[in-house]
């Protein structure tokens, strides 16, 4: 056998160097592919808001009110995790077709939309203006990117989250927590849900954002029949 050529030798090296990229690019592709699945949230339900009909109801921010629409009228809610504590009506809401309950902004204070409300022999009763004389609290604004990717906003803030494998495309909910961190809820093609928090997890079945407190979340289910609004309290995903 006759020695081989120094061209032959270099060859030889180039095909060794091939060889070595193919194997570590496959090792890399296997241990990608055998990365975990985000963990599954389970969570405890702190509101059953239940009703035998269809019916629209606006969750508060601490997810145990709700402003249920009542007829011709609206009435606001209290809820446990069995069910319908108290009710009282409200005399008047905006036109708004989507509202917000605030009911985590000091003792005694209800704000539903922009309008303070106080509790009275008949009810819930209209007053003044709560935001044009209080700050109105940060909420963040996605934009989506369609490079994988979310553009979020929350005041002077301005950020990046990547959007989650398999977001079924519907506009997701973003909330602030007390630290100023910014966590985002989106739905999934499963019909299951993605919770991008420090890391990403995944909910069983559809569900909304309410809240961030400092060490939980609280997520209302979505129902397409409108008749299940509950809210259930899920440890952060860290």
Request: aromatic residues 6%.
């Amino acid at each position: 056998m006759s020695p081989m050529t120094p061209q032959g030798k270099l060859g030889l090296k180039l095909l060794l160097g091939v060889l070595g990229l193919v194997v570590v690019s496959t090792v890399l592709f296997t241990l990608r592919d055998d990365d975990p699945p985000p963990r599954e949230l389970a969570g405890i339900t702190v509101a059953a808001i239940v009703f035998d009909e269809p019916i629209d109801a606006w969750v508060s921010e601490t997810g145990t009110m709700a402003l249920v629409a009542d007829g011709e009228g609206y009435r606001l809610a209290t809820y446990g995790p069995g069910g319908e504590l108290s009710s009282a009506p409200v005399d008047e809401v905006s036109v708004l077709d989507d509202h917000r309950v605030y009911d985590d902004l000091g003792v005694g204070v209800l704000v539903i939309d922009q309008t303070e409300y106080t509790l009275g022999d008949g009810g819930y009763v209209s007053g003044d203006c709560y935001w044009c004389s209080h700050e109105y609290p940060v909420q963040p604004v996605l934009a989506d990117l369609h490079d994988g990717g979310w553009k979020v906003t929350a005041g002077d803030l301005v950020t990046v989250i990547d959007q989650p494998a398999g977001w079924d495309g519907q506009p997701p909910t973003a909330r602030l927590d007390p630290n100023g961190e910014i966590v985002v809820v989106a739905g999934l093609k499963s019909g299951d849900t993605a919770v991008i928090d420090d890391k990403v997890c995944t909910v069983k079945g559809a569900w909304t954002l309410v809240a961030a407190p400092a060490d939980t979340l609280l997520l209302q289910r979505v129902d397409a029949d409108r008749r299940d609004h509950s809210v259930s309290s899920f440890e952060r995903c860290r």
